[in-house]
């Protein structure tokens, strides 16, 4: 997002305050964004607002005198990297669907040669009516990406589709558009994410202390990088990057499946998920009743599921979590899970932090040693890792 210019279009609708939220976001990510409003926009934010938050100014006038920098009156949508508008009122998306130009929201929307998104917001009737949905069509089928609107309480007091999606949700869906022309761009990721639960009864369970973070952050810098991101998450309470495909797992052999199901057209495979080892070999239909004695339970290996999913060209890159011995282990691991890359770590520094010290392994090489960095950092090294891996794998050399 940094360095982006984004067009923000706000037209009339109650919903115009939300976005004041969604400008903060994209300043505090690095964009830089111009905003056209529309006349009736004004009724609900004034300009002043946006000019103070984006430090520039607003846009309403197709008429007004362009000075030589500003250029005319499609500067703006021609510059932009996105544009984004947001409410999008019922009146806006017909004046859109029909190709009117009467105004500089309008205006800008016809002439901005990159992607446009539109976010509706209005009341549910007007929302579902079936010119409102016939203009969302014609626009869909255009390639506008639109998004939402949400279900949920409206300004008329009813509960019904036609809230303006969270300004997280938009954050998201701008970045997710922005990543489509990146490196990855046509190629499907598989990665996994969090700590698998192995019950022991209907009521527990063994699991680890994984917080899922780092395939989080693996999984938004696959969407940065414009991958098709399938998610495979176990036992987070962590937001997905908006983009992704998300499906939510239990325990290890819940995962395994999912990870062979999606990995059947998958170009790479990172398994950052803590998967469990063992897993109970008989799992109690009741619950497991204490009484005097000690407790015994058998615990049966699970499936590697890294070493085990194959694929031609599959490109797999996998995790050493560790207390000791780091470098053995993880030269073993490459070998033994077939992987391109492995990233060793010691999971007791690793887990449930937002940082991340690791070194990564690659088949003949010396490991390389990573400073301390966060795990978005990290997440977007390994994913240029992924980008290389994908070169030499399409030019054809070996690793
Ligand atoms: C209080 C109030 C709230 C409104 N909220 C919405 C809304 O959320 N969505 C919408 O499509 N129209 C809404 N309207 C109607 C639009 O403001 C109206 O259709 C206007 O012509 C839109 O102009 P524009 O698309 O050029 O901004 C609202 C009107 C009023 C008076």
Redesign the pocket.
């Known amino acids: 997002m940094n360095g982006k210019r984004i067009l923000l279009g ?6 115009a305050y939300k976005v004041i939220e969604l400008v903060r976001m994209l300043r505090q990510a690095g964009s830089r964004i111009d905003v056209v ?5 004004e ?2 934010v004034t300009p002043l607002t946006f000019e103070t938050l984006t430090r520039q100014p607003v846009r309403r006038d197709v008429f007004q005198q362009w000075t030589e920098a500003e250029a005319g009156h499609v500067t703006l949508a021609e510059k932009a990297d996105i544009m984004v508008i947001a ?7 017909a ?1 859109l669907a029909h190709g009117l130009a009467d ?1 500089m ?1 309008t205006v800008s929307a016809l002439a901005c040669p990159s992607p446009v998104l539109v976010a ?4 549910h009737h ?1 929302y579902l009516n079936s010119a409102t949905q016939a203009n969302l069509e014609t626009l869909r089928s255009r390639g506008i990406h639109v998004v939402g609107p949400d279900q949920g309480e ?2 008329s007091g009813i509960i019904g589709q ?1 809230r ?1 999606v969270a300004p997280d949700h938009l954050f998201g869906s701008i970045r997710s558009i922005l990543g489509q022309s990146g490196p990855l761009a046509g190629k499907h990721v598989v990665v996994s994410a969090g700590a698998t639960r192995e019950p022991l009864d209907p009521i527990r369970f063994i699991s680890n202390r994984s917080s899922g973070r780092m395939g989080y952050a693996i999984a938004q810098a696959l969407v940065d990088a414009g991958a098709r991101t399938s998610l495979i998450s176990a036992a987070t309470h962590l937001d997905p990057p908006v983009g992704a495909t998300v499906e939510q797992v239990e325990s290890a052999a819940d995962m395994h499946k999912a990870v062979t199901e999606a990995a059947t057209d998958a170009d790479a495979l990172i398994m950052s998920a803590a998967v469990g080892d063992y897993a109970a070999r008989e799992v109690s239909a009741e619950k497991v009743k204490k009484d005097d004695d000690d407790l015994t339970i058998e615990l049966t290996r699970t499936v590697d599921i890294l070493a085990t999913t194959e694929r031609p060209g599959l490109i797999k890159i996998g995790f050493a979590a560790e207390t000791a011995n780091l470098t053995e282990y993880a030269k073993a691991k490459l070998v033994s899970k077939g992987v391109q890359l492995l990233i060793a770590n010691d999971a007791r520094q690793a887990m449930g932090s937002d940082d991340n010290q690791a070194f990564f392994f690659r088949p003949g090489h010396e490991p390389e040693e990573l400073p301390l960095m966060s795990k978005h950092d990290l997440a977007r090294r390994i994913v240029d890792e992924l980008v290389r891996l994908v070169e030499i794998r399409s030019t054809g050399e070996g690793n």
């Open positions: 706000v037209s009339g609708g109650i919903a409003m529309t006349a009736a926009a009724q609900f409410p999008a009122t019922a009146n806006t998306l004046k105004d929201l509706p917001a209005m009341d007007m409206l300004a036609g303006l």
